[in-house]
């Protein structure tokens, strides 16, 4: 498996509209085992978003689907900037199972 965490922050006061947008593309994406949007509640404007993927390939491929580029494109300006993020090897879990 494949997993990222990052962080993104929203424009001050767009949060609400930031998480509706990446909250569109939950769902159907091909290889995508968990995809969770989190609110920081240290940080009025920072967003977590938790990933896991079969593979690493299909997380690459995920920003080619028109739906995904559709979301980018609106959330772009909801945006001021990406914070720490750090690649993962997801091994189990609720949901998962294991990568063994």
Known sequence: M???????VAVQGKRRELLDLLLETVGDMPGCLSYVIHEDPADENAIWITEAWKDEASHKASP????????????RPLIASFG???????????GLGTAR
Do not use: C, S
Not at 2 to 8: A, D, F, L, N, Q
Not at 64 to 75: D, G, K, N, S
């Open 2 to 8: 494949y997993g990222m965490i990052g962080k993104m």
């Open 64 to 75: 080619q689907m028109p739906a995904v580029r559709a979301v980018i494109a609106r959330a």
């Open 84 to 94: 720490d993020h750090v690649i993962t090897r997801p091994v189990g879990g609720h």
